[in-house]
Every structure is written in structure tokens, then in C-alpha cells.
């Protein structure tokens, strides 16, 4: 029974959690949330970009992108961020001051970009190679049928990995910790890491765990739901009667002319 005590009072001491409870939300929430949506917005972009590269019938494009996504997929991702962080602070300094919140961004943006990219076209690649011969015979171009038939389609096979993505960018964003933080730009972790170590205490590190599932877990969950949405050829409404992976109907969901072998006279 006392190890039970000691046990509980180490990681479920409510007066612990109750003092760290409205800086870790008010300000360790906040700054986590802010490094994991930026840099998912930008790696997302980047590996958008890599994915079309490592797909590109140009070397000049393809190896590049390989030898990126190599690079930063088979480096830890703290010594990435140590990497970019101490080694471009004197630019950092120069450009933004003392704030390591943009190199930690560029960091954390960069990891997520070779992973992202991966994802990407892996998912593009998964498309039927018939959808693309299909809108090539409506009349239209290979980047047309790309950019409105091939890429979306893989795009959606993969959300749920680009999720998972996220989710563990969000877990990442813990690691910036490293380029040395003040008060106002903590996050979640280096919050509990800080009252568990002035206090002896691991409550608050147990509390900042509980906020990160607070996000991972219903962003999990509410992907599930929009992939089976997506599978079933739901938008909110009745159940469409056309394949979501038909490329004539995708094309005529953009508002495409009906032009080459596929089109009908009036």
C-alpha cells in the first residue's frame, strides 16, 4: 500500500496539476499548437513540391527530392533541429533576434516535408494508371489530369497518414525545447518539464501528456470518420450515385468541356 501511495502522490497530485494547469493552457497550449500548424502548413506545401519532383521524368528533379527525403527521413529529428537551430543562429539572430521559434518552425517544417512528401507520392503512385489515360482521352493535358484528376484522388487515400503525420509533428514540436526558451515561449512539455523538476514532482509532466492526447486523440478519430466519409462517397448529404474515383465525373466536377474522344454532340 504505500508503494500505491507513493506512486499516486509522484503522478496524480491534483495540487500540482491545478497550479500548473493555467500556464501550461494559457501559454504552453498556445505555443504547441502554433510551432505544430505552422510547420505542418509548410512541410505539407514542401512535400507537396518533393512529391511532384520525385515523380518528374527529369533526373534533375527526381534525385534531388531522393536524396532530401533520405537526408532528413534517416536523421533524428533533434539532431535536425540542433543542427538548423544552433548552427543558423547567428542568421536567426541578425534576422528575428532572440527567439528560436523561426529556425525551430524551419526545423520541425523540413522533417515533416520528407515524410509528407513520401506520403504524397505514394499516394498519387497508388492511382490506377487507366484514370490517367481516361482524362488524357477527355483532351486534357498530363499536368490538367494531374493537378485536377490524379493528385487529388491520392491525396485523399493518404489523409490518414498525412494525419498521422501531423499527429506526430505535434509531439515534435516538444523537441525545440533544445534552442532554449523563456518564459512566454514554452510549450507543453518544457512546461510540465520545469514544474516537475522545481516541485520533484511528475504531475504537471503527467498533465502535459494528458494534453497531448487532449489533441491526437479526436484529430485521430475525426479523420476516421472524413476517410469513411470519403470512401463512402459522402459530402454531408445523400449518398452520390457516381464513383468518387470516376475521372469523367471528376472532370466534369470541375466545370471541364467535354472535348476530345469522351465528348457527346448536343
Known amino acids: 500500500m504505500e508503494t500505491l501511495r507513493t506512486l499516486w502522490e509522484t503522478f496524480f497530485d491534483l495540487e500540482s496539476m491545478r497550479e500548473s494547469l493555467p500556464e501550461m493552457f494559457t501559454v504552453g497550449l498556445r505555443n504547441t499548437l502554433l510551432l505544430a500548424l505552422i510547420s505542418a502548413i509548410l512541410g505539407t506545401l514542401l512535400g507537396m513540391l518533393l512529391a511532384i519532383a520525385g515523380l518528374s521524368r527529369s533526373r534533375w528533379l527526381r534525385w534531388p527530392a531522393r536524396i532530401y527525403t533520405d537526408v532528413f527521413r534517416g536523421l533524428p529529428a533533434a539532431v535536425t533541429i540542433l543542427l538548423i537551430g544552433v548552427g543558423l543562429a547567428p542568421l536567426g539572430l541578425a534576422w528575428w533576434g532572440p527567439n528560436p521559434y523561426p529556425l525551430g518552425i524551419l526545423a520541425l517544417s523540413l522533417i515533416a516535408a520528407a515524410y ?11 492511382v490506377e494508371a487507366s484514370q490517367l489515360e481516361a482524362t488524357r482521352a477527355l483532351g486534357l493535358s498530363h499536368g490538367a489530369a494531374m493537378r485536377l484528376v490524379i493528385i487529388p484522388q ?6 490518414p497518414a498525412w494525419v498521422n503525420q501531423l499527429i506526430a509533428l505535434i509531439k515534435d514540436s516538444s523537441l525545440v525545447y533544445f534552442l532554449g526558451l523563456v518564459a512566454s515561449q514554452r510549450e507543453l512539455f518544457r512546461i510540465g518539464q520545469d514544474y516537475a523538476a522545481n516541485t520533484g514532482n511528475e504531475s504537471a509532466l503527467l498533465l502535459a501528456g494528458l494534453f497531448y492526447l487532449a489533441i491526437t486523440v479526436p484529430l485521430t478519430h475525426l479523420v476516421n470518420w472524413v476517410d469513411r466519409r470519403l470512401r463512402d462517397g459522402r459530402d454531408g448529404g445523400p449518398e452520390s450515385d457516381s464513383d468518387p474515383d470516376d475521372p469523367v465525373a471528376l472532370a466534369g466536377q470541375t466545370g471541364l468541356p467535354a472535348t476530345g474522344r469522351g465528348a457527346t454532340n448536343a
Open 154 to 159: 491520392g491525396v485523399r487515400r493518404v489523409l
Open 116 to 126: 509528407i512528401g513520401e506520403i504524397f507520392r505514394s499516394g498519387i503512385q497508388s
